[in-house]
């Protein structure tokens, strides 16, 4: 059961990484900021520094995997029902990694927590609880992040033309697709034909990128704005490390093999592996189909981001990285008249139906584990 436990830890670490690492960086990838293996590597990079840093405070910040009011923590602190509820969470979180859905790793466990709960204490179950531990955020992060979004957004546009700020656009002229002949020596070679028609592509996010022109204090505003839109996602991701890996290193409290430390180290590596893996179908997801954005969109939706994470961390508010971070995306596509509605509703259906698919992992796992082990 130990080595179980370990390793129900380490898939829920690494599910984690994989759905979550990029959402902190989406709107660098999505605006074109930056490219997708940059972002990855600063997503990757300031997740690890914040998991680091939990280190420093891991005796306050590492708990007693708890049942969150939902099941007496006396049964949750069993090893069976701990694994399988880990191995629920995780199980769900990957299957929407792997179809590209941002979906909560903590309400995958609250889901988990359930389907164990009613299995293993029947009517002791606190369904009342759900509404606080799962309703709620599920109904107020993103409608929260969205409105904020929208607003901050139509605010940050005025301020632009109030003071002056344009935008700039290229033109890209030149052949859409060259063509390549196969030489004699297995090499390919670029020629150039004359028939193929020279093509013109003003302000399309796909051949150029839109800029803003103008300066402020002598430094450029697009420089300005590159530099806070990393600094912003920076601490998405620093805070998402510093909060999410004690909860997870509180897992492995219950197999007693390692130390508090050596658990955060454990549980950061998991962590850094699924984002480097596994994250691009959840990137392609939040950062190309939810809306298009340029450089101020993709700022706007971050910086909100990381005001409402940093604000609900230090509050404790009950609020959901991921529903912030996608609502937030919500809100600028509503602004300017890009949402893609297919992918927000996929989106939402994936929501919902986290609780109940991860129950019904957890469930089956964790009957056979008591009725087989």
């Known amino acids: 059961m130990l080595y179980l436990i370990l390793i129900a830890a380490f898939f829920l670490a690494y599910s984690n990484g994989a759905n979550d690492n990029f959402k902190g960086v989406a709107t660098l990838f999505g605006s074109g900021t930056t490219d997708y293996r940059k972002a990855i590597r600063w997503a990757t990079l300031t997740t690890a520094l914040g998991s680091v840093a939990s280190l420093f405070v891991a005796e306050i910040l590492i708990k007693n995997f708890s049942g969150k009011g939902l099941v007496p923590d006396a049964v949750v602190m069993t090893p069976e029902f701990a694994a399988a509820v880990a191995l629920g969470g995780a199980g769900t979180v990957m299957l929407a990694t792997l179809i590209g859905m941002p979906i909560s790793t903590t309400h995958g466990l609250v889901g988990a927590l359930a389907g164990c709960g009613v299995v293993a204490v029947g009517y002791q179950f606190n369904f009342g609880k759900l509404g606080d531990v799962f309703i709620l955020p599920l109904i107020a992060s993103p409608l929260l992040a969205a409105g904020l979004s929208y607003g901050t957004y139509i605010l940050f546009r005025h301020v632009r033309k109030s003071t002056g700020i344009a935008k700039s656009s ?3 002229i030149g052949e859409e697709n060259p063509e390549y002949v196969l030489q004699s020596s297995g090499q390919a070679a670029v020629i150039n034909n004359p028939s193929r028609p020279m093509t013109v592509h003003i302000n399309s996010t796909e051949f150029c990128k839109e800029q803003y022109v103008g300066s402020v204090i002598g430094v450029s505003v697009q420089s300005l704005l590159n530099s806070a839109h990393f600094v912003t996602a920076g601490i998405v991701c620093f805070a998402r490390g510093l909060n999410d890996t004690p909860k997870m290193a509180g897992l492995l409290l219950l197999a007693g093999a390692l130390s508090p430390n050596q658990n955060v180290l454990l549980i950061t590596l998991a962590v850094v592996l699924g984002g480097w893996l596994n994250a691009r179908k959840v990137a392609e997801t939040m950062s190309k189909k939810i809306t298009a954005m340029n450089d101020g969109q993709g700022f706007t939706a971050n910086l909100v981001t990381s005001l409402l994470v940093t604000t609900a961390s230090f509050h404790g508010l009950p ?6 971070s996608v609502g937030s995306l919500f ?6 008249g890009e949402s893609n509605l297919k992918v927000i509703r996929t989106i939402l259906l994936s929501w919902i139906l ?4 991860a129950a019904v992992i957890s469930a089956t796992v964790y009957w056979s584990l008591v009725h087989f082990l």
């Open 331 to 336: 809100g600028i596509g509503a602004a300017t």
């Open 319 to 324: 609020v959901s990285t991921t529903h912030v």
């Open 170 to 172: 290229c033109a890209c």
């Open 354 to 357: 986290t609780l109940p698919v």
